[in-house]
């Protein structure tokens, strides 16, 4: 599939896949400087980013180098060693999660402030519900430590959309789920939304992603491909700039939820969630994304949780 792909797409989207394109021409900085760190650069600050572009051609290159390599020699010195993949996860792990695990050192046992809680709320808080994330958050909370700090069945329902694809699948989702299937009183409930594998699958085969490009565009505002063919969306689902560690389809889900100790579970619509929780804002994905809802077994334990890993 090349730029072919891109006659489907409507006239709106056509002139932003045509801004995408010429960016393609854009060269790297430094021979230092990698295509991700442009692009990256790029989606910041479109606005001075010619101006970076002509400064890195002009005869001031290299004092300007120069400067940089004494400025930032820490950060130069981790680009000489190591891959910009490590590099932006050592900075995840060290500044996001390493602080919200310290926070939650020494709560164990916690009876939380409501018995709801939204999990990786993100920007998105609810209003009643108690919004946990890593930072910012109610409540910070590093959910891939194998713990959660709330007592035994102090909870009546978990929300979290588009949070378990950051997370892998055997040492951090099992965990955690084991964890939710502890804190969730017996027939509380647990729902959850991540992008689906089915039909992302679906949407390359059938349409090329097309209509998932469509989609992306009308609800991310900003999202480029930058330049790259419409057959590049599928690797920003399945990674996005390595975010993302697993998708599911609901069969993954399911037994991932079941073999967590959860049961009952069925796959719903966003629909389903916003008529369940009316107060949750809507993110009409539902092309997209795979809606789950399971519950804890109504005579469940705790000792009936499996899969737990010590914290830290
Ligand atoms: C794609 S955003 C989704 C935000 C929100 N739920 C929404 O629907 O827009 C993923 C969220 O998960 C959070 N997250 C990722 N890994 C996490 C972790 N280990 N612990 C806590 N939150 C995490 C991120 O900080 C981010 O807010």
Not at 31 to 51: A, E, I, Y
Not at 58 to 69: A, M, N, Y
Request: include cysteine.
């Amino acid at each position: 599939m090349g730029e072919g792909s891109v006659a489907g797409l409507s006239r709106e989207v056509r002139e932003r896949r045509k801004g995408d394109l010429t960016n393609q021409s854009l060269p790297p900085l430094f021979s230092g400087l990698t295509r991700t760190s442009v692009d990256r650069l790029h989606g910041k600050t479109p606005l001075c980013f010619d101006r970076v572009v002509s400064l890195a051609r002009s005869r001031w290159r290299l004092p300007i180098l120069t400067w940089g390599i004494a400025r930032k020699p820490p950060a130069l010195l981790a680009h000489l060693l190591f891959s910009e993949a490590t590099i932006a996860r050592m900075r995840f792990d060290v500044l996001q999660r390493l602080p919200a695990r310290l926070k939650r050192l020494r709560d164990r046992d916690i009876v939380p402030r409501y018995p709801r809680v939204h999990l990786g709320a993100g920007t998105r808080k609810v209003a009643g519900w108690l919004n946990v994330d890593l930072r910012g958050s109610d409540y910070d909370v590093d959910l891939a430590s194998g713990r959660l700090p709330w007592r035994t069945n102090s909870l009546d329902c978990v929300v979290s959309e588009h949070v378990i694809e950051h997370l892998e699948l055997r040492n951090e989702l099992l965990p955690l789920l084991s964890e939710l299937q502890r804190v969730i009183r017996p027939s509380g409930e647990i729902w959850l939304s991540c992008p689906d594998i089915e039909k992302v699958c679906r949407s390359y085969v059938d349409h090329r992603m097309v209509d998932l490009l469509e989609d992306r565009y009308a609800r991310w505002k900003g999202y480029s491909l930058h330049g790259m063919p419409i057959s590049h969306l599928i690797n920003d689902f399945f990674h996005q700039w390595g975010q993302h560690k697993n998708l599911f389809d609901f069969e993954l889900l399911e037994w991932a939820l079941t073999s967590s100790g959860f049961d009952d579970v069925r796959r719903i619509s966003e629909a389903d969630l916003l008529a369940r929780f009316p107060e949750f804002p809507e993110r009409r994905d539902d092309l997209e994304a795979l809606y789950v809802r399971a519950s804890v077994p109504a005579a469940a334990t705790a000792a009936a949780a499996p899969g737990r890993v010590p914290f830290l």
